[in-house]
């Protein structure tokens, strides 16, 4: 435990998000991009949205169940039931080398994306002393590549491995597929004893994978009927691999509950997701197609990934939503940048600043100033002074070049911060659908491609429609270049 007084406002308002506007609201060639006004003009409709929200209302039912537990999960969620995943993940922790988590899309993005940002960029490759006495983590059943696969097992052989095999269904076909390979690895070299190494994380009371845990005698955690996997790093989802890689879960819950509790205001312009899912909406109606989320932090760009999934799953109905285009700076400013700042305009900008990151690098003096950048050690700005400016240039630029942006500032790298900024950005995204008339709980569009690979794999019941599907295939003009 931190001992962190998470409810004190002198550490709330040290942790405290912003969310800045200034590229958006201020006048280019003397019109604003989306001016006050009319934010003002739009406030109403995301308010009586917000309601609708918060009273359970609208468009939020996955066939009969409204998808809103993660609404009220960062105050549900019991001392007790932390106790029991906490003592689960330390047990786990305690006798393995290797934790494997087991999942796809929002099944381990949340997670990965945490413990990245939390955590040293080379974690796996450090002594374990210096990981806090914590297991190696990797990340499998997120795709279905046989060479990452086997290039992970190989890297793990000899290693004592913990599993977190994350399936609602137990039938997800990637997730499935790594998780046969690595149970059959695990019964082989420790037989019975192979489930006191396996955790499963599924239905509460059907589906295959809960059958199994049961035949097998896995320890279980629940995947919450009310949550979607985009919306689940909250519930045992992410918090059994975030206590195993040894986050403070307590911290990350407190950062949660102050977002929520931060954001149930009905106040337009106190409140940040209002104006975040305000700003993305009104972009959208101007033209606006791709939004480019951009970091100056190796940390930060973990959780842009995870942006990656919650917009554009949440929004892509019916031909709305932005393109989420995860972007680290100054990297891609040396790629993409010359179409962001030249390119059609078709694109707003969303930066994620680290405000003080936790390592400062002094750029030594060198009077020969062979490189040229003696004038910054003159003006004493370290590598951490001259990052900010990684943001701060091309956010400038960027918006004289027609490109509006926002930056969203995360005060520094701890549990209570990604926590905030996670409730921020989900509370927002279901503003979002509710203000372009759609479910944003829902991913239809996600069962298309499984039907399809169903019927080529010839899983049954897909039979004929599979051979619809080579049908199809084979009648089509190919063009090839041999």
């Not at 105050?75 to 995943?85: F, K, S």
């Not at 890689?245 to 149930?264: L, N, S």
């Not at 680290?354 to 060198?366: M, N």
């Not at 950005?425 to 239809?444: C, K, T, W």
């Amino acid at each position: 435990m931190t001992g962190k007084n998470y409810d004190s406002a002198e550490f709330q308002n040290d942790n405290r998000l912003k969310l800045d506007l200034t590229y958006i609201v201020n006048a280019l060639e003397n019109e604003p991009f989306i001016s006050c006004d009319e934010l003002d003009r739009l406030a109403p409709r995301v308010i009586e949205q917000h309601r609708k929200l918060n009273d359970a209302e609208g468009d939020c039912l996955d066939k009969d169940t409204p998808m809103l537990g993660w609404l009220s999960l960062p105050e549900e969620l019991t001392d007790g039931h932390l106790d029991a995943v906490q003592e689960a993940a330390d047990e786990l922790a305690g006798k393995v080398d290797v934790f494997l988590s087991l999942g796809i899309g929002g099944s381990y993005l949340g997670i990965e994306a945490t413990i990245k940002a939390l955590g040293h960029t080379y974690a796996n490759q450090l002594p374990r002393s210096k990981r806090n006495n914590r297991p190696e983590i990797y990340f499998l059943g997120q795709n279905v590549d046989p060479d990452m696969f086997v290039d992970t097992l190989n890297l793990i052989e000899g290693k004592r491995i913990g599993v977190n095999v994350i399936s609602k269904s137990g039938t997800t076909t990637e997730t499935a597929i790594a998780f046969r390979i690595v149970r059959k690895l695990l019964e082989e070299s420790l037989g019975d004893r192979a489930s006191e190494f396996i955790i499963a994380t599924t239905d509460r009371v059907k589906g295959a994978l809960r059958k199994l845990s049961e035949q097998k005698g896995y320890r279980t955690f629940v995947v919450p009927d009310n949550v979607g996997g985009r919306f689940s790093v909250l519930t045992d989802v992410g918090l059994l691999g975030l206590a195993v890689a040894g986050v403070d879960i307590r911290e990350f819950v407190a950062g949660f509950r102050a977002m929520k509790q931060r954001t149930d205001t009905d106040e337009f312009w106190a409140n940040p997701a209002m104006l975040h899912a305000a700003v993305r909406h009104l972009s959208f109606e101007k033209g606006k197609r791709i939004e480019v989320v951009a970091t100056n932090s190796t940390a930060l760009y973990q959780l842009t990934r995870w942006m990656e999934q919650l917009f554009p799953e949440s929004e892509g109905h019916r031909g709305y939503g932005l393109w989420v285009s995860p972007s680290m700076y100054s990297e891609k400013l040396h790629a993409n940048g010359q179409m962001v700042q030249q390119g059609p305009r078709l694109m707003i900008e969303t930066f994620l600043r680290l405000r003080d990151p936790e390592q400062q690098e002094a750029i030594p003096s060198d009077p020969e100033d062979a490189d040229g950048l003696e004038y910054l050690c003159r003006a004493g700005l370290d590598m951490n002074a001259v990052n900010q400016l990684v943001i701060d240039g091309p956010a400038y630029a960027h918006f004289l070049g027609g490109v509006p942006n926002m930056t969203i500032e995360i005060p520094r790298r701890n549990a209570f911060n990604f926590g905030q900024f996670y409730f921020l950005m989900e509370r927002s995204v279901a503003l979002s659908g509710y203000l372009a008339g759609h479910n944003p709980f829902i991913q239809p569009g996600v069962e298309d491609y499984k039907r399809a690979m169903f019927a080529l794999a010839g899983k049954p019941g897909f039979e004929q429609q599979g051979e619809k599907v080579r049908e199809a295939i084979a009648n089509m003009d190919h063009v090839i270049v041999d």
